[in-house]
């Protein structure tokens, strides 16, 4: 496959918009920001044996690539509205090029995002996705606004992709891992609910390697720290029935990666806005514990007492512990 019929199979899907006049085929895009906005700019890349196995199917390649850098400006309470591939390919596989441009836009579409350009190579199989969106000037979410008594909340169902994760890295086949694999595979941007969140939140992060880990960068980003209820973190109805062990369920929770929710932060006397968001969107959001003067981290039971905090606070990706 000629690397132009390789663009085409972009260009061809890419979704116009009138704020990208100019896109893929010149030496550059051009982007007509809106007036009165900063722009919100995020690059992320998934290399094969290291961000996704073999068993990903490419179309599911290419949605999470996007979606990984769409998670990043959704933390940011951003609107998305470009996006640019640059692309390591190692042979020319039509097929395989043609259903990872499919993945690709189907999650650009439903978020209106023009792919606006790129860049392609030989090489091991990588993609590298740059996202340019907007957001109105200093209503950007910040992961360093919490205070000593604000909630921290978490959007969404935690640990569902390290679950998916576990039972394939135990044998499972990847076709019986079942609804939890469309989290591994397909995550979620929560970009309606960080564009929501706007003059809500005080802090937000998106969470991609593991809740504590992640937590962690905003507590270091804030200045203080947290209290958590172990119990309140959502589960979905697929993670209790895989994971039946609360314990292991936990551990998948609170250090598992790849989740790609929000956590934030909000006074309390947000809450009932924050609850209204979360029926309006659809979406849960759960209240997990408040964040503390100090900068200690600490994890209560049920009972409100401590808990040991786990040793591995974030995901490892798989390539690396050699599974
Ligand atoms: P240049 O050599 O000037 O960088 P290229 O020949 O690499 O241009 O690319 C031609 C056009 O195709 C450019 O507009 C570029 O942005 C776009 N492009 C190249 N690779 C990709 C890709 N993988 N996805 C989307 N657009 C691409
Ligand atoms: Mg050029």
Redesign the pocket.
């Given at each position: 496959m000629p690397?132009f019929s390789?663009?085409e199979a972009?260009?061809r899907r890419a979704l116009a918009r009138e704020d990208v006049p100019l896109g893929?085929?010149?030496?550059a895009?051009l982007f007509d920001p809106p007036a009165g906005e900063r722009l919100a700019l995020a690059v992320d890349t998934l290399v094969e044996g290291v961000h996704f196995n073999r068993g990903l199917p490419p179309a599911s390649i290419g949605w999470k690539a996007l979606a990984v850098n769409l998670s990043d400006l959704a933390a940011m309470g951003a609107t998305p509205a470009l996006a640019?591939?640059?692309?390591t390919l190692p042979a020319e596989d039509p097929r395989f090029v043609e259903e990872l441009a499919t993945g690709f836009a189907a999650l650009a579409d439903s978020h209106r995002v023009a792919?606006a350009?790129?860049?392609?190579t030989r090489g091991p199989l990588a993609l590298s996705v740059t996202v340019v969106g907007h957001v109105p000037k200093d209503l950007a979410l910040r992961r360093s606004g919490a205070r000593p008594g604000d909630d921290v909340w978490v959007s969404g169902s935690l640990g569902d992709a390290a679950g998916a994760l576990a039972l394939w890295k135990a044998g499972t086949p990847m076709l019986r891992v079942g609804p939890l694999r469309q989290r591994l595979d397909r995550p979620t941007p929560r970009l309606g609910a960080g564009q929501a969140l706007r003059g809500l939140a005080t802090a937000c992060i998106d969470i991609s390697d593991g809740f504590l880990a992640d937590l962690g960068h905003l507590l270091a980003a804030s200045g203080v720290g947290a209290e958590v209820e172990v119990e309140a973190l959502p589960a979905s109805t697929d993670l209790r029935e895989a994971f039946p062990d609360p314990v292991a369920r936990r551990a998948l929770q609170l250090s598992g990666g790849d989740d790609y929710e929000l956590c934030f932060t909000a006074p309390p006397s947000e809450r009932a806005a924050v609850e209204r968001l979360s029926g309006r969107l659809a979406l849960p959001l759960s209240r997990v514990g408040r964040i503390t003067a100090g900068a200690s981290l600490r994890l209560l039971d049920a009972d409100g007492l401590p808990l040991p905090l786990p040793e591995r606070r974030g995901y490892v990706h798989f390539a690396e512990d050699g599974a």
């Amino acid at each position: 496959m000629p690397e132009f019929s390789l663009i085409e199979a972009f260009r061809r899907r890419a979704l116009a918009r009138e704020d990208v006049p100019l896109g893929i085929g010149d030496d550059a895009a051009l982007f007509d920001p809106p007036a009165g906005e900063r722009l919100a700019l995020a690059v992320d890349t998934l290399v094969e044996g290291v961000h996704f196995n073999r068993g990903l199917p490419p179309a599911s390649i290419g949605w999470k690539a996007l979606a990984v850098n769409l998670s990043d400006l959704a933390a940011m309470g951003a609107t998305p509205a470009l996006a640019l591939l640059a692309l390591t390919l190692p042979a020319e596989d039509p097929r395989f090029v043609e259903e990872l441009a499919t993945g690709f836009a189907a999650l650009a579409d439903s978020h209106r995002v023009a792919l606006a350009g790129g860049d392609t190579t030989r090489g091991p199989l990588a993609l590298s996705v740059t996202v340019v969106g907007h957001v109105p000037k200093d209503l950007a979410l910040r992961r360093s606004g919490a205070r000593p008594g604000d909630d921290v909340w978490v959007s969404g169902s935690l640990g569902d992709a390290a679950g998916a994760l576990a039972l394939w890295k135990a044998g499972t086949p990847m076709l019986r891992v079942g609804p939890l694999r469309q989290r591994l595979d397909r995550p979620t941007p929560r970009l309606g609910a960080g564009q929501a969140l706007r003059g809500l939140a005080t802090a937000c992060i998106d969470i991609s390697d593991g809740f504590l880990a992640d937590l962690g960068h905003l507590l270091a980003a804030s200045g203080v720290g947290a209290e958590v209820e172990v119990e309140a973190l959502p589960a979905s109805t697929d993670l209790r029935e895989a994971f039946p062990d609360p314990v292991a369920r936990r551990a998948l929770q609170l250090s598992g990666g790849d989740d790609y929710e929000l956590c934030f932060t909000a006074p309390p006397s947000e809450r009932a806005a924050v609850e209204r968001l979360s029926g309006r969107l659809a979406l849960p959001l759960s209240r997990v514990g408040r964040i503390t003067a100090g900068a200690s981290l600490r994890l209560l039971d049920a009972d409100g007492l401590p808990l040991p905090l786990p040793e591995r606070r974030g995901y490892v990706h798989f390539a690396e512990d050699g599974a």
